[in-house]
């Protein structure tokens, strides 16, 4: 059961929908972000990304943020990649590799079994983009709902395929190896960091998501007020907090209320 009484050791972040501002062109890091991120340095804790975003993505996103005064401790990408950034620039290794080698040798696979069902697909959804790169498979839809439906259908075609698991960020569908995922990177980066579950805040809004929200993880979760639903009735009965505001407020009102200030 999560607790807003715990004391703070690490807070993890979620970009998209979580910290970031955005006018549909440019992404940045919401002042009211920014602020909190700040105090939390000069109170001596750590905080780090958690986001489907690249390692190079997420660090021109903050390096741009030229009133962040506190770099995260690391970045955890793309669901398989640690990129530590305090007290040095570096990979975490040999973690980093075999998550990508998980991934890569599934990426044929997943090709393989979908490649019988792509015509229909393509016909009954609409794809914006298709990515078969940076060692994953997904699609960008027009709506999340046709987006969630996808997820539906994918997990049926995939079956067959134990090690495969599908991913939801709003409109956005990854097909991505079962071991790998935010919970995961979360994991590892607390044990590397000596931070215990009790001791960390995780804060998310989408499906991919879930799984470091559920409590198994971190010990005190939240969202903002207007997360998904599922990702609001995981928090909640994993005893988190659901904001009262929307996005990058939200997660603001969320930090404050576990750190105590």
Request: net charge negative; aromatic share 6%; charged share 25%.
């Amino acid at each position: 059961m999560a607790s807003d009484s715990a004391v703070i050791r690490l807070v993890c972040v979620d970009l998209d929908g979580t910290i970031l501002d955005t006018d549909e062109v440019h992404f940045w890091i919401a002042d009211g972000a920014v602020e909190v991120l700040n105090e939390l340095g000069r109170r001596g804790i750590p905080w780090c990304t958690n986001s489907g975003r690249s390692r190079s993505n997420q660090l021109g996103l903050v390096q741009a943020c030229r009133t962040l005064e506190h770099m995260p401790v690391a970045l955890l990408a793309g669901e398989r990649e640690i990129y530590w950034c305090h007290p040095e620039f570096r990979h975490h290794e040999p973690f980093n590799t075999q998550m990508d080698d998980l991934v890569r040798e599934l990426q044929p696979r997943t090709i393989r079994a979908l490649a019988p069902h792509m015509d229909r697909l393509r016909r009954t959804f609409e794809f914006t983009r298709d990515v078969q790169k940076m060692l994953s498979v997904g699609w960008r839809l027009a709506d999340p709902v046709q987006a969630a439906s996808l997820v539906r259908e994918l997990r049926v075609l995939l079956s067959d395929l134990a090690d495969a698991q599908v991913l939801r960020n709003g409109k956005w569908v990854v097909i991505t190896h079962a071991a790998v995922g935010k919970s995961v990177l979360l994991a590892e980066a607390s044990t590397h960091l000596s931070i215990a579950r009790e001791n960390i805040l995780a804060i998310g809004d989408q499906c991919n998501d879930l799984d470091m929200l559920d409590g198994r993880v971190a010990g005190c979760v939240a969202c903002p007020g207007d997360a998904d639903e599922e990702v609001q009735a995981t928090v909640t009965t994993a005893g988190g907090y659901v904001s009262g505001q929307p996005g990058s407020a939200g997660a603001v009102e969320a930090i404050r209320r576990f750190v105590g200030w």
